[in-house]
């Protein structure tokens, strides 16, 4: 029986990370990972059921998703040979990681922000250097440009909306950044769908320009569908990078559906929408809570009582939410994704008891 010390074999840069917590409480309203709260339509899951009768399980998939990116392509308006697909847009910063930097490098990335851009770095030996958001969580682009060339980065990370703040970016600071950026802009718009905003138009002119997108927050969370938009070379060199089979069958096809028949997760998309700026009224009316500005189907408050408190009770009322005080920039801030009207309210309500004790 062997019983080594397998501490010594796991590589230093592993064993130092903090594993990612998914909280993995069951509660009823989960409102804490910027999911859409509706399933598919049923027109939708009818497109599913149909496909799931087709589909070869004892093949394996497309390599190139060729069905799934010329979907993609249609929609919005770029070429096949600008995309690749990832299982989940995490897929792709990772191999985006794989591909430009090495061990020692050092990626610039906002504070704060999603937090995988900084894991995923480090298990790759990769350093991470964070320029910290002003006030209205936004930054300025000649300082982080400084702060690009300072430590010789090949890679800056913005997630547009940000994630957890809910705010886009300055237009102006972001387009600087892609035009004087001597590396790779990674534009990250998982959220594009409430936001609207996006810089997937400037692919063409700007070849160091990578967006992402996920089909995550729209409704296919569960299959893990992410794809990246960028000049063919970059692609080209990703594809190099990338496992041959990393996007399964079924979420190559399901995904597909989603896409050709997209008005139907339009309409929960403003659903979404109308429910969140209803929401955020109601909670500007309590004076010891602050709603920040978002863009996203999530929003970011800040309370004058604990926010860990609030984050108990509101589990305690069964529903979770993010806490995300133990950050020095979002002491008493709390995430909340937009649910649908029965889970709002009873957030709203649970805040308001709360806030009255
Ligand atoms: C800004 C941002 N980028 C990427 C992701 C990852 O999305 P996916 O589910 O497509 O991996 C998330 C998920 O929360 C996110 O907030």
């Not at 910063?93 to 999603?114: A, H, N, R, S």
């Not at 440009?145 to 547009?160: Q, V």
């Not at 237009?171 to 001597?182: A, D, H, L, M």
């Not at 997760?265 to 700026?277: G, P, S, T």
Request: glycine residues 4%; charged residues 25%; hydrophobic residues 40%.
């Amino acid at each position: 029986m062997a019983s080594i010390d397998l501490t010594k074999l796991i590589q230093e840069n592993v064993r130092s990370l903090k594993p990612y917590i998914v909280e993995n409480i069951s509660c009823e309203v989960k409102l804490h990972a910027n999911e859409n709260p509706f399933s598919p339509t049923k027109e939708l899951l009818a497109l599913f059921a149909t496909s799931l009768q087709k589909i070869q399980l004892n093949r394996y998939p497309d390599a190139d998703s060729k069905k799934l990116k010329l979907a993609i392509a249609n929609r919005h308006l770029v070429k096949t040979d600008n995309l690749v697909i990832g299982n989940g847009s995490d897929e792709i910063i990772l191999l985006l990681l794989q591909v430009f930097c090495k061990e020692g490098d050092t990626i610039i990335i906002p504070d704060p922000t999603f937090t995988m851009y900084s894991i995923i770095s480090q298990s790759l030996g990769i350093k991470t250097k964070t320029i910290p958001l002003d006030h209205n969580w936004d930054f300025n682009a000649n300082e982080l440009l400084e702060a690009a060339e300072k430590s010789k980065s090949r890679l800056i990370f913005l997630s547009y909306p940000n994630n957890p703040t809910g705010n886009c970016f300055s237009e102006t600071e972001v387009r600087q950044v892609i035009e004087e950026f001597s590396g790779i802009v990674v534009i990250d718009e998982a959220y594009y769908d409430f936001s609207k905003k996006s810089f997937i138009n400037e692919i063409k002119n700007h070849n160091n320009l990578v967006v992402l997108r996920s089909l995550s927050k729209i409704g296919l969370a569960a299959l893990r569908v992410g794809f990246g938009v960028a000049d063919p070379f970059i692609i080209q060199e990703i594809n190099k990078v990338r496992l041959p089979y990393n996007s399964n069958a079924l979420s190559q096809n399901f995904a597909e559906h989603i896409i050709n028949n997209f008005t139907t997760v339009q309409n929960q998309i403003d659903y979404i929408l109308k429910e969140r700026n209803r929401v955020i009224t109601e909670l500007k009316k309590i004076e010891s809570i602050y709603v920040f500005p978002t863009d996203s189907n999530f929003f970011l408050f800040k309370t004058e009582k604990s926010a860990s408190d609030l984050f108990y009770h509101l589990m305690y009322n069964g529903i979770l939410v993010r806490n995300l005080s133990s950050h020095p920039k979002l002491k008493n801030c709390l995430r909340v994704t937009v649910g649908n009207k029965n889970e709002n309210d009873r957030f709203l309500l649970a805040v308001k008891e709360f806030v009255a004790n």
